[in-house]
């Protein structure tokens, strides 16, 4: 007839964020057990409540109002302030795609954060900077001038060992991810105004993306240039 109650904290550490992983996962479920329930929720409470500060009201269409709050449930959960990692076409929600990240991110996600919390869409251009040495080895690998975002990628953003698709090549003929990368950039200068960073994280990307479509392009005989051999969005209709 008695009730137990137990209480269970785990520390979460990877080699990409950490010199001694699997040391500081444990000190992290240490440092949670020291702090103790209680607090550790009261902690996540807030934080959401702050998350929660900007919503997108529907009047009248109960339904659609629930569908707006369940994807932006979606977003605040696979973002954080800070971050320099973007989110994966399904975010926490599955493992579909296997966590890579898409366009998806450039082209679905992040206008509905930009909207209502830029500081937490920032993390998708901020990921973008982040591998941009690897975007620039990309273009070089196969040819091309600047800077190459595969058309999967993850941790480090190398086309080899993180694109996902080569029979068909989306790896090499989805490029249309780089104008979507472009897009973004320019989307969040508007949307906040910083020329700083526009000048300092933004521009990098912005000179590089038009260095590739520059090297990527082929010159006709009449004097026009068409970019060959790729795919759009549309993935069964790849080779264009």
Same mark, same amino acid.
């Given at each position: 007839? #008695?009730?137990?109650?137990?209480?269970? *904290?785990?520390?979460?550490? #990877?080699?990409?964020?950490?010199?001694?992983? $699997? %040391? &500081?996962?444990?000190? $992290? !479920?240490?440092?949670?057990?020291?702090?103790?329930?209680?607090?550790?929720?009261?902690?996540?409470?807030?934080?959401?409540?702050?998350?929660?500060?900007?919503?997108?009201?529907?009047?009248?269409?109960?339904?659609?109002?629930?569908?707006?709050?369940? #994807?932006?449930?979606?977003?605040?959960?696979?973002?954080?302030?800070?971050?320099? &990692?973007?989110?994966?076409?399904?975010?926490?929600?599955? &493992?579909? /795609?296997?966590? =890579?990240?898409?366009?998806?991110?450039?082209?679905? =996600?992040?206008?509905?954060?930009?909207?209502?919390?830029?500081?937490? $869409?920032?993390?998708?251009? %901020?990921?973008? *900077?982040?591998?941009? @040495? !690897?975007?620039?080895?990309?273009?070089?690998?196969?040819?091309?001038?600047?800077?190459? *975002?595969?058309?999967?990628?993850?941790?480090?953003?190398?086309?080899?060992?993180?694109?996902?698709?080569?029979?068909?090549?989306?790896?090499?003929?989805?490029?249309?991810?780089?104008? &979507?990368?472009?897009?973004?950039?320019?989307?969040?200068?508007?949307?906040?105004?910083?020329?700083?960073?526009?000048?300092?994280?933004?521009?990098?990307?912005?000179?590089?993306? !038009?260095?590739?479509?520059?090297?990527?392009?082929?010159?006709?005989? @009449?004097?026009?240039?068409?970019? %060959?051999?790729?795919?759009?969005? @549309? %993935? /069964?209709?790849?080779?264009?």
């Amino acid at each position: 007839g #008695t009730t137990y109650t137990f209480e269970k *904290y785990v520390g979460v550490d #990877t080699a990409l964020t950490s010199r001694a992983p $699997a %040391e &500081d996962a444990r000190e $992290a !479920a240490h440092r949670a057990a020291r702090r103790g329930w209680g607090r550790i929720f009261a902690a996540n409470e807030t934080a959401w409540r702050e998350a929660w500060s900007a919503d997108v009201l529907v009047p009248g269409d109960r339904r659609l109002q629930g569908w707006l709050r369940s #994807t932006q449930y979606g977003l605040l959960a696979s973002t954080r302030r800070g971050s320099s &990692d973007s989110i994966a076409p399904a975010g926490l929600t599955s &493992d579909n /795609y296997a966590g =890579m990240i898409f366009w998806d991110a450039e082209t679905w =996600m992040f206008p509905g954060l930009l909207a209502t919390r830029p500081e937490l $869409a920032r993390s998708v251009v %901020e990921y973008r *900077y982040r591998t941009r @040495d !690897a975007a620039r080895a990309n273009a070089e690998k196969y040819g091309h001038r600047g800077l190459f *975002y595969p058309w999967t990628s993850a941790s480090r953003g190398r086309i080899d060992s993180e694109c996902q698709s080569w029979d068909p090549p989306h790896c090499l003929t989805q490029n249309h991810l780089q104008g &979507d990368v472009s897009l973004t950039v320019w989307q969040y200068y508007l949307a906040t105004g910083d020329r700083d960073w526009l000048a300092a994280r933004g521009w990098p990307l912005l000179k590089g993306i !038009a260095e590739f479509w520059q090297s990527r392009a082929t010159a006709n005989a @009449d004097g026009s240039y068409s970019i %060959e051999n790729v795919a759009g969005p @549309d %993935e /069964y209709s790849n080779g264009v």
